[in-house]
């Protein structure tokens, strides 16, 4: 339940495609350049396809790429070495529906999904990979086919910006929208979620069943006030999935504390359901800085590839000496 009405989008350049993604290529991609040194592959990566070369293992190597049995003739281990695909098909599924409408600062939750599709769409079209998008509002919608090319990321900002102005109120259901979204996903994909899974249960498992084929990132939008209620007194609280209404006494501590629990208790599953997939999570606020939860990101990503490696390779150590 959303605590106040949804925020329109304010000034020319929400409505501006062109001048949104002008905007963030010098505020955001030019430094996100510099800071991961040119090297995109922290966020998005190729599968290896055709074997290159075999060399000796070194630290941080994945150890399902080892060869075991050149391995076991030279009794040293050896990885092979793939040409990684030039290309990337990345898909956003992409949440409309009215609860994300909402957001209490200057940026509502659906300008800063808009924001962080601009960003990564361009640094994956930069380099020639393709990027598609598909909408949920009450179902799913909208589906633009992934392409590259600067045009194509202004042609989805701006069906994203048009399909968010003609939003209904209806109960979002992200089980149903996964289900449809995987129908359609038929080759191996990065896929970006982006929703604040304020939705009907049951959407857990079709998540699951994606993230077994796809590699998936789980984008979270968050306003403050979705966790915590202020103090001004009586309000009108509207539903924004349902629209219905009703009086609350925020001055009521017993209230606000009942509302801070159930938003508590919302944010365990989804951590849990998050963790139970291996699924990475990227959390996104409306107070918060883009820059700032890419590179926060893009760091965890890299440390937890080094910690299953180094799980893993001391699992193969106790197997050997077994």
Known sequence: MSSFPPQAPSGPAARDPERLLRRLE????????????????????????????????QYYDDVRRIDWNVTARLNTPYVREYHEEREVTAWFLLDLSPSVHFGGGALGKHQVSAELVAVLARLLTRHGNRV????????LDTVIPARTGRRHVLHLLHRMQTRTAA??????????FLRSASNIMRRRSIVFLVSDFISAPGWAEPLARIARRHEIVAVRLVDPLDRELPDLGMLMMQDAETGEQLFVD?????????FAAAAARREAELR???????????????????????????DLRKRRRQTVARGEQRARGHGVQA
């Not at 598609?132 to 179902?139: I, L, N, P, R």
């Open 250 to 258: 925020t001055h009521d501590r017993g209230f606000r504390r009942r």
């Open 272 to 298: 849990a359901v998050l963790q139970r997939s291996e699924i990475d999570a990227l959390e996104l606020s409306t107070e918060g800085d883009l820059l700032d939860a890419i590179l926060r990101f893009a």
């Open 167 to 176: 939003a209904r109120s209806a109960a979002t259901d992200l089980g149903e």
């Open 132 to 139: 598609g998008a598909m909408f949920y509002g009450d179902s």
């Open 26 to 57: 010098w505020t955001v991609l030019r430094r996100l350049d510099g800071l991961l040194h040119g090297d995109y592959r922290t966020l998005v990566r190729g599968a290896g396809l055709d074997l290159a070369d075999l060399r000796e293992y």
